[in-house]
């Protein structure tokens, strides 16, 4: 099962496991879930890249886990929490969807 736990409050995300929906190679979730952790972290890094955005995020992915954490500069702030709430969804829906596989907790941490 793949855990997710997201403090949106803090910027936070940690990503735990494997779907185990199909084998390696053809699991539609664990390649869902990895597409929706990459694209927000992308997304992070652009904005490290610019200096402007946030101090220096903490990030790691690899394989069966993932950590995202940004500390946003007040006036950017709007353009980071979209980009985590946009992220969310896309977890709250592969948790809905595949609920044997994916759990998501929303947490303060």
Request: proline share 6%.
């Amino acid at each position: 099962m793949i855990h997710i736990t997201v403090a949106p409050k803090k910027y936070q995300i940690r990503i735990k496991g494997h779907a185990h929906y199909d084998e390696p190679g053809k699991d539609i979730v664990c390649a869902s879930c990895s597409m929706v952790f990459y694209n927000l972290a992308q997304m992070i890094h652009m904005y490290d890249q610019d200096k402007a955005f946030c101090k220096r995020p903490k990030m790691i992915y690899d394989k069966g886990k993932g950590y995202i954490e940004v500390i946003p500069r007040q006036e950017y702030e709007p353009w980071i929490q979209h980009d985590f709430v946009y992220a969310t969804a896309g977890f709250k829906m592969l948790a809905a969807q595949y609920p044997d596989f994916v759990d998501l907790k929303m947490t303060e941490y």
